[in-house]
């Protein structure tokens, strides 16, 4: 049952321009919600602006302004206040850790989890009481991956906080969701991710269905959703067996040193 009177919402949502931002941007405005396209690329932002017919606001999340340039753009909203905000924006570097460099880590972490934090304490409190954010995790959020630990532990932390200030709201107020997908087939998995989810027989969700599911996640009032399967039982059994996902891990693990053997010399 639908719960949630989009023609009343006017949604920020960042990372507007990526595979799943575009997406739920289309859905959304289909529903009839005001969205405002967060996004660091004019040249990217404008036509799907235009297309749309939504505002856009320039603002890049590694920015030393950024919250200040969001906080400005929210007090500026008298007609149509903002009521929800999507943290969407997310990067990652894949291979293996000792190959990352620590700008690479700085860049992931800032970007995924630190920016998102960051934004949610500023947004949050200004939302109505049927306002909400959605925060965009992972299955990597709750299984560590070869290849994938900045983002693991980026989007590890975004579950962790997610939870815990699920847990500090009170009923009346505006609500927090985290929504986990699996592989997305956009361009953030291409190159080294794509090769092993191609290799591993991994399922890649189209933006379409993961948009789709997350905004019936909102509708349908689900604090936590994990989508895919066999992703989910894997999620619950890394929270209660890890070590029957280590054995699962194998495979994985070697197709990665494979992939990047002699990468780096």
Known sequence: MNTVNWRNQ???LTGATGGLGQELA?????KGARV?????NLKKLEPLAESLQQPLLVAD???DDFLEVVDAYMQAQHERPVTALINNAAITVVGPFESVS???IETVIRTNLIRPMQLTQLVLPQLPNFGWVLNIGSVFGAIGFPGQ???NASKFGMRGFTQGLQREREQTEAKVFYCAPRAIATSMNDGLMSAMNRALKTTEDTPEVVAQLALRQIEKGHANTTIGWPEKLLVRLNGILPGIV???MKKPRLLLKQLTKGAAS
Not at 26 to 30: G, I, N
């Open 246 to 248: 280590d054995g699962a």
């Open 36 to 40: 405002t396209l967060v996004g660091r």
């Open 102 to 104: 620590g700008a690479d």
């Open 61 to 63: 999340v590694l920015a």
């Open 26 to 30: 289309r859905q959304l405005t289909a």
């Open 10 to 12: 006017h949604v920020l």
């Open 149 to 151: 630990t900045l983002y």
